[in-house]
């Protein structure tokens, strides 16, 4: 049995005391936690923030609309010209030319292919113009809406809640794990050095094994950057009592005991 082997080696390991009272424990958030919790709340609440400021600004935007269309002039202009693709977007730049009193002015509008439809130089369009600036105008069916369109809300926010979600998924399992869990003593079995998807170059994958309360032998891994373990390295691991699949090597990251309760 592991217990028997450690008891047996000079690097067997004794049972850190904040663990071997009863159960539950007293959790709380370490400083990692912590931050980790107001990156979490940062993230709700700009993602919230950021949802209803579109909202808001399409709304606006909807209301000045309305407002412009109201009090706008309509008359005859015609398309005068049809520019080249421009840029990334492959815009078009279109022409139109209207007359307004004794003065004719000429308006721009940059359309993609697909928007530009069967604008054509010399073709007659529908124009709109505010008669206290008639040099603000713009093509029926083409009404400026700048600014971001509504359905962006929603994966603004989505994203958000659901980073927000897991980044509390994974505390809350560490405050289980610690409040409920079992601590047995366990060995280092190796180390392996991979590649880091989430942040780029490598870590360290350590991997151990442990002796259950009912005497499965159970295993686990976790990851660190630097100065893995050697293999053999006697380390305390916490495991949940109904899984001992869900294990940790202790001390967790996020969370920690806060004292030992008396055994009811």
């Given at each position: 049995?592991?217990?028997?082997t450690?008891?047996?080696?000079p ?5 850190p005391?904040?663990?071997s ?14 931050v ?6 940062a ?17 606006r ?10 009090d706008?002039?309509?008359?005859v ?5 049809v520019?080249?693709d ?18 004719t ?5 940059l359309?993609s ?20 600036s008639?040099?603000?105008s ?10 971001p369109?509504?359905f ?6 989505l ?12 505390i809350?399992?560490?405050w ?10 366990g060995?280092v079995?190796g ?11 490598h870590?360290?994958?350590?991997t151990?094994?442990?002796e259950?309360l ?12 630097r ?7 006697a ?25 030992t309760?008396?055994?009811?």
């Amino acid at each position: 049995m592991i217990a028997t082997t450690l008891a047996r080696r000079p690097d067997r390991i004794v049972l850190p005391p904040e663990l071997s009272g009863g159960i539950p424990r007293d959790v709380r958030l370490t400083a990692a936690g912590v931050v980790l919790a107001v990156i979490a709340t940062a993230i709700v609440l700009g993602g919230v923030g950021a949802g209803t400021a579109i909202v808001i600004a399409h709304q606006r935007l909807v209301a000045r609309h309305e407002a412009r269309t109201r009090d706008a002039v309509s008359i005859v202009g015609v398309v005068v010209g049809v520019g080249p693709d421009r840029g990334e977007r492959r815009l078009r730049d279109v022409r139109y030319r209207y007359r307004v009193g004794n003065r004719t002015y000429v308006g721009r509008l940059l359309l993609s292919e697909r928007r530009r439809g069967a604008l054509r130089a010399g073709q007659s369009v529908g124009v709109l113009y505010m008669p206290a600036s008639p040099d603000v105008s713009w093509v029926s069916g083409y009404e400026p809406m700048d600014g971001p369109p509504l359905f962006v809300a929603p994966f603004v926010l989505l994203p958000a809640l659901v980073l927000a979600a897991m980044i509390v998924w994974t505390i809350r399992r560490q405050w289980r794990l610690l409040e409920e869990g079992r601590a047995a003593p366990g060995r280092v079995t190796g180390s392996k050095r991979v590649h880091n998807d989430g942040h780029g170059g490598h870590t360290n994958r350590v991997t151990y094994e442990f002796e259950a309360l009912s005497g499965a032998k159970c295993g686990g891994r976790y990851e660190v950057n630097r100065n893995p373990p050697p293999a053999g390295s006697a380390i305390t691991v916490v495991y949940h009592r109904d899984d001992p699949r869900w294990n940790a090597p202790y001390p967790l990251q996020f969370v920690r005991t806060v004292q030992t309760r008396a055994i009811w």
